[in-house]
């Protein structure tokens, strides 16, 4: 009996190795979303905290320290806008996405911006999901008013614990 319970448990062990989870899968498959339209506007200005000057420096006694000042500045804010439909069977809890700008002529990626929304999307449900994006006023914004768009799905959680992530191309 002992032998017979060993086995079972044994066999079942293997079994949870060997088994693919089913709740964190990868897949080549089109996720169960629609992307029906997106978009990019800025909206305004908006402040940030930031962290500067981090060095260290040691005082008389020998010790070293580590000294880091925060201050706040101004970024320009803009505001990634995709409006999405549930065609699968489950309801969405979370969706990760980028929003890409790519170069008209050549389809060079120039920017990728990576996404994170937390909104609840039944099945058959269209609603549009929206993040805001901070930049600094220092850095290259080119690509927004160059740069051909396009939204990717790349992780969709669902409420039933389980998960589809987009495969990784072999560029990534």
């Not at 909206?43 to 930031?50: F, K």
């Not at 170069?103 to 060079?108: F, I, L, Q, S, T």
């Not at 850095?139 to 008013?145: A, D, V």
């Amino acid at each position: 009996m002992k032998r017979a319970l060993f086995l079972l448990l044994l066999l079942a062990g293997l079994y949870s190795v060997a088994a693919p989870r089913a709740a964190d899968k990868e897949d080549a498959s089109v996720p169960d979303v629609s992307v029906i339209s997106f978009d990019w506007k800025y909206a305004g200005y908006q402040s940030a905290e930031t962290v500067s000057e981090n060095s260290s420096n040691s005082n008389s006694t020998g010790a070293t320290g580590y000294k880091a000042s925060r201050k706040t500045v101004y970024v320009f804010k803009y505001t990634a806008r995709a409006t999405l439909k549930n065609t699968g069977g489950k309801t969405i809890k979370a969706v990760s996405w980028e929003y890409v700008f790519r170069d008209a002529k050549d389809e060079k990626e120039l920017k990728r911006y990576n996404l994170q929304s937390r909104q609840e999307i039944l099945p058959g449900e269209t609603q549009t999901i929206t993040r805001d994006v901070g930049l600094d006023p220092k850095e290259s914004t080119r690509h927004i008013t160059t740069g051909k768009q396009s939204v990717e799905i790349t992780r969709i959680e669902y409420t039933d614990g389980t998960v589809w992530r987009r495969q990784k191309s072999s560029e990534e």
